[in-house]
C-alpha cells in the first residue's frame, strides 16, 4: 500500500507565508511526478504545481512568483512554499504522485488566509 501524508496547513494573514510537505511512503518503486493541487469550497480541484523526478516544474499562473515547488527525492517528499498569500489562496490543498504507475491523493491540508 503507499500512502501520502500532507502537513503544514494552516491560518495565516494576507501577506503572510506557508510552507507545505507531502511524504509518501509504503511500497514504492518509482515516483514520477509529485504535485500539489487545491480545491476551494464550490470549485473544482486545480493544479497549484507538479514537478517531475528530473526536476522540471509546472505552476500555475495563479501562484507563479509566489509558490515554489521543489523535492526531494531521497525523502519520497514533495514541498510547497508559499510567499505572499492572498484571500484567493484559501482552499485545501491536496498533494497527488505518480507512485508505480498509479496516481495517489494524500488527504488534504486546509490553508486559510486572512484578509
Known amino acids: 500500500q503507499v500512502h501520502l501524508v500532507e502537513s503544514g496547513g494552516g491560518l495565516v494573514q494576507a501577506g503572510g507565508s506557508l510552507s507545505l510537505s507531502c511524504t509518501a511512503s509504503g511500497s514504492i518503486f518509482s515516483i514520477n511526478v509529485m504535485g500539489w493541487y487545491r480545491q476551494a469550497p464550490g470549485k473544482q480541484r486545480d493544479l497549484v504545481a507538479t514537478?517531475?523526478?528530473?526536476?522540471?516544474?509546472n505552476t500555475a499562473d495563479s501562484v507563479k512568483g509566489r509558490f515554489k515547488i521543489s523535492r526531494d527525492n531521497a525523502k519520497n517528499t514533495v514541498y510547497l512554499q508559499m510567499n505572499s498569500l492572498k484571500a484567493e489562496d484559501t482552499a485545501v490543498y491536496f498533494c497527488g504522485a505518480d507512485i508505480n504507475r498509479f496516481w495517489y491523493w494524500g488527504q488534504g491540508t486546509q490553508v486559510t488566509v486572512s484578509s
Open positions: 514537478i517531475t523526478s528530473s526536476g522540471n516544474t
